[in-house]
């Protein structure tokens, strides 16, 4: 049963760092692009980043462009996003999520961990 | 980017009824690249359709998706009482994946 597993959420300060983790189980976790998604308290699904099954290719939405990073251990099977000069407003829980199809940066997420709470505040 | 925009925001129906949900994309979805989720409090969303009529895996065939270019319906045959959750639409063949801001289904 394929398993992912958030962690490193928490509560933070506007402008503070933080990195999530996200522990994939089995599957072959270097043949999966990989993606961050994120849900504000009580709003819709936001998508964040993508990358690719090998870690060459990374992608973000406008609203983390610059400050956060997406990467990758395929030896650790973990993912993991970098969030830098964070902001009241990416308050949410996160998710990492995995595609249906292998290989491709282009497929519905059929699996999803069960998120990890990210709050900004001072 | 890929504006969704899901209609009804909200759904009351009973069970045993029968519940149709749209998505209107504001430009054409790339080769269909439609999915359907639903999502119930404090859980992750489950993928129910792909590619904009495909089941996934273990998802009961009360559940039906349909549509191209710009508009997509999800649709359940007879609501039981486990199908009262949000259900939001997908895009995933443009960059940025975007998603639409999701239908409530409530008990009547």
């Known amino acids: 049963q394929v398993q992912l597993v958030e962690s490193g959420g928490g509560v933070v300060q506007p402008g503070r760092s933080l990195r999530l983790s996200c522990a994939a189980s089995?599957?072959?976790?270097?043949?999966?692009?990989m993606q961050w998604l994120r849900q504000a308290p009580g709003k819709g699904l936001e998508w964040v980043a993508v990358i690719s099954y090998d870690g060459s290719n990374q992608y973000y939405a406008d609203s983390v462009k610059g400050r956060f990073t997406i990467s990758r251990d395929n030896s650790r099977n973990t993912l993991y996003l970098q969030m830098n000069s964070l902001r009241v407003e990416d308050t949410a829980v996160y998710y990492c999520?995995?595609?249906?199809?292998?290989?491709?940066?282009?497929?519905?997420?059929?699996?999803w961990g069960q998120g990890t709470l990210v709050t900004v505040s001072s | 980017e890929i504006v969704l925009t899901q209609s009804p925001g909200t759904l009351s129906l009973s069970p045993g009824e029968r519940a149709t949900l749209s998505c209107w994309a504001s430009?054409?979805?790339?080769?269909?690249?439609l999915a359907w989720y639903q999502q119930k409090p404090g859980q992750a969303p489950r993928l129910l359709i792909f590619g904009a009529s495909s089941r996934a895996t273990g998802i009961p065939d009360r559940f039906s998706g349909s549509g191209s270019g710009t508009d997509f319906t999800l649709t359940i045959s007879r609501l039981e009482p486990e199908d009262f959750a949000v259900y939001y639409c997908q895009q995933y063949g443009s960059s940025p994946i975007t998603f639409g801001q999701g239908t409530r289904l409530e008990i009547k």
């Open positions: 999520a995995r595609g249906r199809v292998s290989y491709s940066g282009s497929s519905a997420y059929q699996y």
């Open positions: 430009q054409t979805v790339t080769r269909s690249y």
């Open positions: 089995e599957f072959t976790f270097s043949s999966y692009a």
